[in-house]
Each structure stands twice: as C-alpha cells, then as structure tokens.
C-alpha cells in the first residue's frame, strides 16, 4: 500500500508539470521556477551531507563526493544540496546538464504514454531494438549529426564510446591491410591467444594531457593526471605534446603557427617511429579542446593538419567531442568550428548528449555484426530525452544565445584579468566552454572554496585551470550573478 501511494504521488506531479509544460511553452528557454540568486544556509558540505557521507563510506570510497544533492528542489542552473543550499551552477554534473535541472521539456518526455514502455524495459539494442529505434535515432541523433556523417552506433558513456570507436580504427586498418578479404583462419585462431596475426601490434597516436576515458584502450590514450592511471598495464602507443599556445592569440599568431607546425612534424616523426618499431600506427585520437587536460586550444590549421597527415597515410582520424559537443561552443560540434576539408572519420560523443556513441564515416561500418557490441549498446530512454533536447535546441535557437552568453562570459573573464593581472592569466573560450588559469593551484583551489561559501559551484582542471561548463540555457544575468562573487573573492584575496 505504502508502494502504491507513492507511486500515485509520483504520477500525479509528473501529471501536474506535464499540465505546467503546456501551459509554459513558451518558457522553455528560461526554465520554470529557477531561483534568481544563490542562497547559502550551511557550510558546504553541511551537516546533512557529512551524516550521508559517513553512511556512504561504509558502502563504497568517498574520496571524490564533495556533497549530496537535493535535485527535486534544483532547478535550472541552480543546484540545490542537502542542508538547503542553493547554488548557482557553472559545473553542472561534469558538464553532462544540456537544460539544466528538471527541465519540463525532459518532464513531460517522462510523462508520455507512449515513451512508457521505453523507460520500463531496457532492450538489448543490437539484437532486439524497438520498433521506434530507427525513428529515435533518426530524431535524435541523425538531425544533428556532424557534416557529412550519416552513421551511428550508440554507447552507454564516453569511455565505452572512445573505446569502440577505436575499435572500428583497428577494424578499418586491417580489413584495407587485407586488401576487403576475409580474415584467415590463421588470423581467427592466433587472436583467441592474443597472438599474431589476429592481434596485431597496432598502436593509435594521442596526445600529452589528453583524456578519453578510463577503460583500457582509452586510457593508453589518457595522459592527464596519474590517478588515472597508476597500476595498470599500458600498451606502448606513441605520444606527441599537445601544441602550447602563448596568449593572447591575437598577439601571438606567427609564434603559434610554428608551435603547431612544429608539433605536426613530430606527429610524423613519431608515426615513422612507431611504424619502424613494427607498431604501426593505425589513426590519431585528439580532442577539440583539451578538456580535462587544462582546456588546451589549439587553432583550425592544426586540425587541418592531422587530418592532412591521415588522410596521406590511409590513418582513422578520431575526434573525441564527449565534452565539447551538444553546442556547448555555440555550434553543435566544436570541430565544426575548424572547417576542416574532410570531416573527421569517427566522432564520438556522451555528456550533455545524454547517452554516449559515436558518429563514423561509412567505410568504418564493420561488416560483420557483433563487431562493435554489448549487451545493451546505449540506452533509448536516453534517446528519449535527447530527442526532447534536440527539440528545444533547435526550435528556440539555443545556440544563438550560446554563442551571445559566452562572448559575455569571455569578456567578463578578460576584464578580471586586467583587474587582476597577478592572479589570473589566459582567459580563453568557444561559446560558454570557457577557462582561464590562475597564477597557483593553491590560488585556485582557494578561490574555488571561496567562490562555494557565496553559492557559486565551479569545476577544475589541468594543474591551475578554472574551467566553465554551463547549461545551454546559461544567460547574462547569470554570468553578472558569478561575475559580483568572482570580483568579490579575488579583491579579498588582492589584499
């Protein structure tokens, strides 16, 4: 009894913000009820968040839980915790909110008769889809794709989503290596022994503060922070520096041009290496920006470069857009930016996506099935919701205001920077991903502490870098809300 009265509860708000979304349609872009400032009651975390942490401890390791979320009352961009804290939420899960909290486009989605049976049962897609799933995918993912891809496979994350799409690389490279013949029996027997030639010594190139994830094959291409990494059996896969660009750009584009050209001839070097080593090198995996790696830019002729090198080498050419896609820089797809001559071979994608994937050209279709495969390949409950997400993108020009907030959140950073010229340093962005590094981790790590006490949730990165990851409906007055407290904490610390 006690079951079923909660569940009628349950249906009965779903019901009732269903009604609130008809009726507000139009106020889809700003959110229902979003506080209008940070409310701080407690330390964060409170005493409510530290009870549940001890409790916790005693299930799992809590060395990462900062503290515990009351998401029935956060709304927006304002995260609410425990003890009743209301922050103003420029982190927003670790990048993955794409409307914010309890948006009612993703409600309503819940509340569809027709999308029940897609969030009660979770099919094992590449054997058994629903009858909707090509529509879904066609919906969701199709009608947002990167220029000139029309293939999908979906994932459940993003490391499981770099690491198939290594694996269609590898696939790819052998099957041109056998000229489109079948593997031979020698081949389909060596690998059940990890042995040659079924296992090929392949290796994929990647670069220094990358990070793609923390299962195997994408963490041999993860080069940013040693938790990630210590105790585990690496392949020896080559690795070249990311290029180290000096700011500002505008001041510094001949300086730049040759870090990067310089940086493209060690990619070749390190490619002939690995290919004289009888490791060959079977495609490059880089990120449009260097997300957990500090933010690392680097300019469209870079990018251009890499695949110059790959497309002359026959090589796969991954673009990791896990973080950066969904419109975060203001067009859906960052490499978008680069207007690369031919687009990448494989994309993958996760975060404020809400399911993870990866997007690749056709030639990378494996012909066999079970190929790339789990037991689920994704989630389309989650294609439920991005196809609610993809909607409201589109149909109230999210990214028009994407590229408008973060041109102002930019300029905010650049003026805190002339302010405090001591302390911070390399502001930087594309749309609303934007950063900017202080002069100490110390300084920073304070500043972010600082910045909680006054109802501002923020996120680190690299060694002294402080990153901005927003909900696509991120707007001014939000940034003047960061920016009053941001002023605020620097001048206490200017003292």
């Known amino acids: 009894m006690l079951v079923t009265r909660r569940l009628n509860v349950l249906l009965s708000k779903i019901k009732e913000t269903a009604s609130i979304c008809d009726r507000h349609a139009s106020q889809f872009s700003v959110g229902v009820s979003e506080p209008s400032e940070p409310r701080v009651v407690t330390d964060i975390p409170g005493p409510k968040s530290k009870q549940l942490i001890q409790q916790l401890e005693q299930i799992q390791n809590v060395g990462a839980v900062h503290f515990f979320c009351d998401y029935d ?43 029940l049976s897609t969030f009660v049962n979770r099919p094992a897609l590449g054997v058994y889809p629903p009858a909707d799933w090509v529509s879904r995918l066609q919906n969701a993912l199709i009608s947002v794709s990167p220029p000139g891809m029309t293939h999908v496979q979906t994932m459940a994350c993003g490391a499981c989503s770099v690491e198939h799409g290594l694996k269609a690389i590898f696939i790819k490279y052998m099957s041109d290596q056998r000229g489109g013949e079948a593997p031979s029996k020698e081949a389909q027997e060596s690998c059940l022994v990890n042995m040659a030639p079924g296992s090929p010594p392949l290796s994929i190139l990647s670069f220094n503060n990358a990070f793609h994830g923390r299962t195997m094959g994408a963490l041999a291409c993860t080069h940013s922070k040693w938790l990630h990494k210590l105790d585990f059996p690496m392949p020896d896969w080559p690795l070249v520096r990311f290029p180290d660009l000096k700011y500002p750009l505008e001041e510094n584009v001949m300086e730049n041009r040759a870090e990067e050209n310089k940086v493209l001839e060690e990619v070749e070097d390190k490619i002939e290496e690995y290919n004289k080593k009888d490791k060959p090198v079977a495609g490059i995996i880089v990120e449009p920006v260097q997300c957990e790696g500090g933010d690392n830019f680097a300019s469209a002729e870079f990018f251009q470069g890499l695949r110059d090198i790959t497309n002359k080498r026959g090589l796969g050419y991954l673009m990791d857009e896990v973080q950066t896609g969904c419109g975060v820089t203001g067009k859906f797809w960052a490499h978008e930016h680069f207007n690369l001559t031919d687009t990448p071979d494989i994309v993958t994608f996760s975060k404020k996506m809400l399911t993870g994937g990866f997007y690749k050209k056709a030639s990378f279709q494996p012909k066999e099935g079970y190929r790339i495969f789990n037991t689920w390949v994704g989630d389309p409950s989650k294609i439920a919701l991005l196809e609610e997400v993809v909607k409201v993108i589109k149909e109230d020009n999210i990214l028009d205001g994407v590229k408008s907030t973060g041109n102002y959140l930019l300029s905010g950073l650049k003026q805190m920077q002339a302010k405090y010229p001591g302390i911070l340093s390399k502001s930087r962005g594309l749309g609303t991903l934007c950063a900017l590094d202080f002069n100490t981790a110390a300084t920073r790590d304070k500043v972010m502490a600082d910045l909680r006490k006054k109802g501002v949730h923020t996120g680190a990165c690299g060694e002294t870098t402080l990153r901005f990851r927003p909900t696509l409906l991120f707007q001014n007055k939000h940034v003047d809300v960061f920016m009053e407290r941001f002023d605020d904490v620097l001048s206490q610390l200017d003292k």
């Open 73 to 115: 009352n956060s709304h927006g961009n304002y995260l609410a915790d425990v003890d009743g804290n209301v922050m103003l939420d420029l982190y927003t899960q670790i990048s993955s909110l794409p409307l914010g909290y309890n948006h009612p486009a993703l409600i309503s989605a819940v509340s569809k008769p027709e999308n």
